[in-house]
């Protein structure tokens, strides 16, 4: 029946939600009918690239002497799974019979990916449309169909997402044959990834600096002036002799304030979610996976209740501004801390709202369908990005910050706090009033007068050195996205993000991957490398395979790929370049060992 147009979906839920939508209401068996379309699915990956011996009988066997692995060009087949190929085969049939076809499948560049090989696979030769969508909602679905794209809009996108999975596919076989079969002993395999690797080897380094610590006493002078603890302004003392000497100087003498400031300050309210830090932040709060606050989103998403998850901007785009009252007068279950927003206009502020900030998507926020009842983990999920969405509305946190500085004798003192003025923003966020990293020891400071003084109650305050801290997987996504360096500034970050390693959709299944090969472990919140990562960590030689900052480089180029800013064929070249030095240097080095 020519005449058709077949829509592909990535899953068969929103396949269903898009036959709803166009009025394709017929099932069938394996897709839907009617209204002149015809709408199926995948589930998820149904290609991937041909394995070595596809290409060559003799590649099957794991020999030095093949490596490296170079095929002359790659070639995709079709995963072997009786549901996958009975799937597949309706799609081919459909495709075979229509005169166009609408690729409905996830808008990202994973989704590109699996969409175009099994278009590539099907042998499609009709023209194909692209549906590119943030939500599931009936009106975003609506909205979508009467916007269609050309597929060749989404060319970049997909060179990026080919460029990616050869690369890996390069380096991850090549790699991983190439150190089992030279070091591999007992038959071991030595896995070996292009993000996976550098990532394992952020976990050893942190590991063998916590391994090495020694801890340390310390002893510092502290005095209450005024029921106020003031710390001295001076080193650590490490000898407790000497601790005692200072307590006996600090004894002979009065306190004395000599300086006292008030600022008022402002606490900028926090960024809407992009998938990283909603992944930190559900892990810091209720200890979920990267992986499970992943899946409780993609759920939330596909139940229509939030926008589109896999995204790494934390901004809105100004097209959206308008509809922004409309979804805050939706939220039913927050509607006591939206009235107040309802009750102005919305400030359309640059920090929300920034079309250069944005890439196929937006921030994560709620969609105008709220939800009603939720499983519990999707629950808390919903509502750290309810609250963060309400949050970007509300106004600056102002607070004032108190500094005093004091002296005993020659000794000076110094205490600091903070006082919330006017919650603003804070006022979402009731149980958390400590800002992290603020002074657990934060005290209500009285008011005091330059040049007062009087008698004081010193004491010695004995402490240990603490070793580094372990990874949590917040600390470690936060350490991917930013390729190992430490930042706090969010516009940093933003910068960095670039070069992060992985991607914020695969972040949470490389650590997964980890796991599962017993490269680490953890340990309540902990991340702990085992024996086993160690040991292959120490094995690799090549600084390049273990490097962050080189997987960043390799990153920033896919995502230039993606603007269509570098040739992908470049970016494969220099890989293979790559491949061959490391084989070559693994190779000679067996030379000189045996």
Not at 214 to 235: G, H, N
Not at 478 to 500: I, Y
Not at 573 to 578: D, I, S, Y
């Amino acid at each position: 029946m020519a005449g058709f147009k077949v829509c592909i979906a990535e899953k068969p839920s929103v396949a269903k939600d898009i036959a709803q939508v166009i009025g394709a209401t017929t099932r069938m068996e394996g897709y839907y009918e009617g209204n002149g379309y015809r709408v199926t699915w995948t589930f998820g990956h149904f290609c991937t690239l041909k394995e070595p011996h596809d290409y060559n009988p003799n590649w099957k066997s794991w020999q030095l002497a093949f490596l490296p692995i170079i095929p002359p060009s790659f070639g995709i087949k079709l995963i072997a799974n009786k549901g996958v190929e009975k799937q597949f085969s309706v799609i081919e049939r459909l495709v075979a019979d229509c005169e166009e076809v609408i690729n409905c499948g996830d808008a990202g560049q994973e989704g590109e990916l699996i969409q175009r090989w099994v278009l590539l696979k099907a042998k499609c030769q009709v023209p194909v449309k692209r549906l590119w969508i943030s939500s599931l909602t009936e009106a975003a679905i609506r909205d979508g169909f009467n916007k269609l794209k050309p597929a060749s809009d989404y060319d970049n996108l997909y060179a990026a997402g080919s460029a990616r999975a050869i690369g890996d596919w390069l380096l991850g076989i090549n790699a991983t044959r190439l150190f089992t079969t030279k070091y591999g002993a007992d038959k071991s395999v030595l896995s070996i990834g292009r993000v996976q690797t550098p990532t394992l080897a952020m976990l050893v380094q942190r590991q063998k600096e916590i391994d090495a610590f020694r801890a340390q006493d310390y002893w510092e002078l502290k005095t209450t002036f005024r029921e106020t603890v003031f710390t001295a302004s001076i080193a650590r003392l490490e000898a407790a002799d000497r601790a005692e000497k200072g307590l006996a100087y600090l004894k002979e003498h009065p306190f004395e304030i000599v300086a006292a400031e008030t600022k008022e300050g402002r606490e900028r309210n926090p960024r809407l979610y992009d998938l990283t830090s909603l992944q930190v932040d559900a892990n810091k709060k209720y200890a979920f996976s990267a992986e499970d606050t992943l899946k409780y989103v993609q759920a939330l998403y596909e139940k229509k209740f939030v926008t589109y998850p896999r995204v790494d901007t934390t901004y809105l785009s100004e097209d959206l501004f308008p509809q922004i009252p409309g979804i805050l007068g939706s939220m039913k279950h927050y509607a006591a801390l939206a009235a107040p927003l309802l009750e102005q206009p919305i400030a359309k502020s640059k920090a929300v709202f920034d079309d250069s900030k944005v890439t196929d998507h937006h921030a994560i926020i709620p969609t105008d369908v709220s939800p009603d009842v939720l499983p519990l983990d999707e629950k808390r999920i919903y509502d750290l990005v309810a609250r963060r969405f309400l949050a970007v509305f509300y106004p600056e946190c102002k607070v004032s910050n108190t500094s005093i500085a004091g002296r005993v004798g020659k000794v000076p003192f110094r205490v600091t706090g903070k006082q919330i003025l006017e919650p603003g923003w804070r006022a979402l966020y009731p149980k958390e009033k400590k800002a992290s990293g603020e002074n657990p020891e934060e005290q209500e400071i009285p008011v005091f007068e330059v040049g007062e003084s009087g008698p004081h109650e010193p004491f010695i305050h004995k402490g240990r050195t603490k070793a580094p801290k372990a990874y949590t997987e917040a600390t470690l996504l936060r350490a991917m996205e930013t390729a190992g360096k430490q930042v706090v500034d969010e516009d940093v970050r933003d910068l960095l993000k670039e070069n992060g390693i992985g991607r914020p959709s695969t972040r949470a299944n490389i650590i997964e991957t980890l796991f599962k090969r017993k490269y680490i472990e953890k340990q309540k919140r902990k991340l702990v490398a085992t024996q086993t990562g160690i040991r292959l960590i120490d094995t690799i030689q090549d600084e390049l395979l273990k490097s962050p900052e080189l997987t960043g480089v390799w990153e920033r180029k896919l995502r230039l790929i993606e603007k269509g800013e570098y040739d992908a064929a470049q970016f494969k070249q220099e890989l293979v370049t790559m491949v061959f030095q490391l084989t070559s240097t693994v190779k000679q080095h067996q030379v000189m060992t045996d």
